[in-house]
């Protein structure tokens, strides 16, 4: 598992901070107050660099921002979260229009997680699916179906009671 709190690590693919990555509320169960400060951190070197005339300019407006990140996405890991800001600062989620308050983070964070997290697991679960899909060889000297679905429509073992249409097809066509 890599650490970002500890690590000077800046980018990470999507990919990368989805399977690498560290929950954020596992890392603030650990040490709450390094990872909300890191995230404090975070926010506000979002707010440095993007240009915005309207943007987070209190300690007060941080901390909410940051509490609000906690609260309303507490299943995104760290690295997703630095990976989001720099689609941000990269202009990934569509312009800011000058400004960049709790209201616009959250909004990109939930474009985030819905489109560019969904795909990944998306790609993710479709990989594992392909892994676990055997396609049935056919046996090219078959004379009928019977012969060609032979493997297919082998007798279940003892210990299970099947009668399903595999089995009644089976039964027909012998």
């Given at each position: ?68 990140i906690l609260e309303d996405h507490p299943t995104l890991k760290l690295e997703e979260l630095r990976t989001c800001f720099n689609m941000i600062r ?50 090219a000297n078959a004379q009928n179906l019977s012969e060609l679905l032979k493997d ?23």
């Amino acid at each position: 598992m890599h650490n970002i709190v500890t690590d000077n690590k800046i980018n990470f693919t999507p990919k990368e901070a989805w399977q690498e990555g560290t929950n954020i509320r596992t890392a603030v169960k650990h040490n709450p107050a390094i990872v909300r400060g890191w995230i404090l951190t975070e926010v506000g070197r979002l707010v440095k660099e993007v240009d915005a005339n309207k943007t987070l300019s209190t300690d007060e407006e941080l901390q909410f921002c940051c509490r609000s990140i906690l609260e309303d996405h507490p299943t995104l890991k760290l690295e997703e979260l630095r990976t989001c800001f720099n689609m941000i600062r990269q202009g990934k989620f569509g312009k800011l229009f000058e400004r960049l308050k709790t209201a616009e983070i959250l909004e990109c964070l939930r474009k985030y997680e819905g489109e560019v997290r969904a795909e990944i697991m998306e790609r993710i679960h479709r990989e594992e699916k392909s892994e676990q899909f055997k396609p049935i060889e056919r046996n090219a000297n078959a004379q009928n179906l019977s012969e060609l679905l032979k493997d297919v429509l082998d007798e279940p073992k003892k210990e299970h009671n099947f009668d399903r249409i595999g089995t009644r097809l089976k039964k027909r066509i012998d």
